[in-house]
């Protein structure tokens, strides 16, 4: 095996930086190019550092459905169903880990969100998660968010899919979104890699050999927040 064409990836990481941190810890070693198949954000409470880790760290991320919802509810700012529609059931965790919400009231929401948007403007948070592509291929590897399947028409139908991905000839897709507590791996088609992190089972790492279509080691790490 060539280690050369062997990669990194990480499943869905949803704002659990210590939990991370301690995975990255233990994946240094193999000296590869690291890759995460989205939802950098939301649902866990340390979404702006987990998006400040990745920057620092050159993790080469593709956009998940929440990293997609955030910045759509910030190009729409001015429409309130848009807003909300991230808002209410999802971005306020992540807008607790840039300010202290506890300054704002009901009626001043509209003041929150446009100081969040200032927030994830000047941190180039805003840039980065904008500039996130729907897929990386590396040789042999596709890697989205929620995979592709035979529906798919355009590239935000990588964000949600639930349903079977196609099987590319000598290619495997590597993606998340569709949390399970173990990984799923059919040798030759796929592997979900999204193990329920943020609801407290565990945050994976795959090593991927891109020109074989293969993964060689299952990289865990129990939550920890």
């Known amino acids: 095996m060539n ?40 649902r866990g409470v340390h979404s702006k550092e987990v ?14 459905n929440h990293d997609f919802w955030m910045i759509e509810s ?11 529609q991230w808002l209410v ?6 807008i607790k880990s840039y300010l202290d919400i506890s300054k704002y009231s009901k009626s001043d929401s509209s003041t929150m969100f446009s100081e969040f948007i200032k927030e994830i403007k000047n941190l180039k948070h805003y840039h980065f998660i904008k500039s996130l592509p729907f897929k990386i291929e590396v040789n042999n590897v596709i890697i989205t968010h929620s995979g ?35 990984v799923e791996y059919l040798k ?16 994976t790492a795959v090593v991927v050999d891109t020109e074989n279509a293969l993964i060689t080691d299952i990289i865990q790490e129990n939550f920890a927040d």
């Open 3 to 42: 280690k050369q064409n062997n990669i990194i990836i990480i499943g869905d990481v949803h704002g659990c930086i210590n939990t991370l941190q301690k995975l990255y810890l233990k994946l240094k070693g193999y000296n590869l190019t690291f890759y995460c198949v989205g939802d950098l954000i939301d």
């Open 51 to 64: 998006v400040d880790f990745c920057i620092r760290q050159n993790i080469l991320t593709v956009i998940g």
């Open 74 to 84: 910030v190009d729409n700012y001015q429409n309130e169903y848009s807003v909300s």
């Open 89 to 94: 059931p999802f971005g306020y965790n992540t």
């Open 148 to 182: 592709i399947a035979e529906y798919a028409t355009e590239e935000e139908d990588y964000l949600c899919n639930y349903e079977p991905c196609i099987k590319f000839e000598n290619k495997i897709q590597i993606y998340g979104h569709d949390h399970k507590r173990e």
């Open 188 to 203: 030759g088609w796929y592997a979900n890699i999204d193990t329920s992190c943020v609801y407290g089972n565990k945050l």
